[in-house]
Each structure stands twice: as C-alpha cells, then as structure tokens.
C-alpha cells in the first residue's frame, strides 16, 4: 500500500463550492485495533452544505476533510483486527473525515455491508438510513395504522422515512415540491406541496384529527405548525435546521432554539412529546453501547435494502476530484435522493 497515494478534499474555511481543495499523500498505516479502508462511495449531507458556511454546531476548526459517512473495502489492518475483515465491504459513519480515497477507523466503528448491496446504495442508506430507522423506531415507535408526517418526502432521509413508515404499516403524508408528486403517489404517499400556501392546513384536511407522528428537518418557525398538527400521544421529531441553512452567525443558535422549545414543550400536560434527534447521541460518554445499536439498526437497514422494502435513491455519482460540483449540485434542490462522490 505504500506505493498508493490518497486523494483528499479539505475544507480550508468559508468558502464557495469551488474554493474546496484537492491535496495528496501517503496512504495511513493502521495502529492497533484500527483498519484502512478504501472509499468506494461516499456521499454530500446537508451537513456538509452547513460546514462549508461555518455553521454545523459543532464541526471542527478549519481545515478539515469533510465526509459525514462512507462504504468502502477494509485494505490494511493493525494488531488485534479480526483477520476476516481484510477484503470486505464496510461502512461507516465518520462524521468528518469520508471524503479521502483511504481513511484510517477504528475497527469498531465500521459495519459490515451484506454481499449483493452494492457500495453507492449502501452508501445511500449509511447516515440517511440510520437516522430515518431511529427516529421511526426508537423515537416515534411508529406503529401499525398510525398517521405520519414526513417534511421533505424526496430527500435523502425524508425518501427512507417514507419507504420505512410505509414498511412498518403506516400512513404517510408527505410535503414536497410538486414535481415529486407523481413519484410519492406511486409510492402510496399523500403528497403536500410545501410552497402551495398553508400546508398545516392541507395536513389537516388529509388528517382531520392530527397525525401521530411528524419528521422535521426544516426547523425554523415552522416547527410550530408540526407540532400542532400532533394527535394526543403524537411524537415530534426535529432532526435538522434546514430553514436557517443560508442564516449569518451562529451554527448553533438554532439547535439551542429547537432544543427549548422541545424542552418547553415536552413540560406542558398535553399528552405529546417532541424530540431533538441527534444520531451522534450516547457516542461520548457511552461508546460501546452507541456502537452496539448502531451496528444493529443499521444491519437492519441494509436488510430492508436487500428485500426492497428500501430502495436506493441516487442523484448522481460523482468523482471525488469533482467534489464542487457535487456540493453545487446537492445544494440546487433540483435533484431527488443522494450525490454520491466516487472515487
């Protein structure tokens, strides 16, 4: 491996798409208990549209190697690796860090990806995939006949909740730009145009007596309307801050808003709860236990990929070298499902 370069992208700082850098150098060597993987595919987040603004809450200093997770194959590693890893397919979630041709992990962190999920559809379903199965399963334990509202149906995670809801015997209401109407009926979703006017309006009309569940990435004053549109016992989860992507200031004003009305709220009598989903919580101060789960729900997200009760929703694939494009192109809202960078 000493004879391979690796290619990475950085983020010097607040910049433009195109202000992103390419730099080269030797490939990592694994210490004890780590493994080098070779990216396959790795993908651009919405996280990463907010890094490059400076306002993910609590992303590195500048500069740093964007990627918020990857699929790749296991190339080298250190002492007390289990030797069958080498050569398999894996994933990950990094965080930072994905966007490089080989990236250096703890063994621990990395989930196998079951033989006949190829690397860009599991790479479709790594972060989007794990946050859309803990929010409906672990949060909002959606059930069975229950009524869900899922905002931005087409995106990357709003595409898996819907697939996943659906799956789990739910009805699904979903707010979208008109041109993804078609495809969401198809899917036997209740589409909402979310530019057409008053949408908690339109919900209610779909869903006279509230719904018991609603998925919020956008954030922003919004947020109101999901939770009044919560039957009693419904759940709010908040997971994102769309709304505020373009703001000045502060990356983490509007977590910290979100974070008190989800308190303030969870402290009223009424019945209903809200939640501030992070897909990092536990990690710090419970690392086994946070990798346990992780590797278990996402193994189950990859089984429902394998079955097709998920399918993976690409909008391009992309070279790394082209990553500008990429994060242009994921920040147009033009295109369905995920950009995936490939090698």
């Known amino acids: 491996m000493d004879t391979v370069e690796r290619v990475e992208i950085v983020l010097p700082g607040k910049v433009e798409p195109e202000g992103l850098e390419l730099h080269r150098g030797p490939v990592p060597v694994p210490a004890a208990g780590q493994v080098v993987v070779e990216m396959e595919a790795t993908g651009v987040s919405f996280a990463e549209q907010q890094m490059r603004r400076g306002r993910y809450y609590d992303q590195p200093a500048f ?121 969401l009926r198809a899917l036997g979703v209740s589409p909402v145009d979310y530019r057409g006017g008053d949408v908690a309006a339109r919900v209610r009309e779909i869903a006279p007596d509230g719904v018991d569940a609603v998925f919020d990435h956008v954030g922003g004053e919004g947020i109101v309307d999901s939770w009044r549109l919560l039957t009693r016992g419904g759940t709010l989860v908040s997971y994102g801050s769309a709304a505020t992507r373009d703001d ?29 989903f992070n897909v990092w919580a536990g990690r710090a101060y419970a690392k086994n236990r946070f990798r346990t789960r992780l590797r278990s729900d996402l193994t189950r997200v990859f089984t429902a990929l394998q079955r097709g009760e998920i399918s993976a929703k690409v909008a391009a694939e992309i070279p790394l070298a082209r990553a500008a494009e990429a994060m242009r192109l994921a920040e147009s809202g033009t295109v369905a499902g995920k950009v995936v960078l490939v090698p």
């Open 63 to 183: 500069p740093f190697v964007p990627g918020y997770d990857l699929v790749g194959t296991v190339r080298a590693a250190g002492a007390g690796v289990e030797a069958g890893l080498l050569g398999r397919r894996v994933a990950a979630m990094t965080k930072t860090g994905g966007w490089a041709s080989h990236v250096l992990l703890d063994a621990a962190d990395v989930v196998e990806v079951p033989d006949g999920v190829g690397a860009v559809a599991a790479e479709t379903a790594v972060v989007n995939g794990i946050t859309a199965w803990q929010m409906l399963h672990r949060k909002a334990r959606v059930r069975a006949g229950q009524t869900v509202l899922v905002h931005g149906a087409n995106g990357g995670v709003g595409s898996i909740l819907v697939q996943l809801a659906l799956a789990a015997g739910a009805r699904v209401i979903g707010t979208a730009s008109p041109r993804h109407h078609d495809a």
């Open 248 to 276: 000045e200031g502060s990356g983490a004003s509007p977590v910290l808003r979100l974070l008190g009305r989800v308190w303030l709220w969870n402290a009223l009598p009424n019945g209903r709860s809200a939640y501030f």
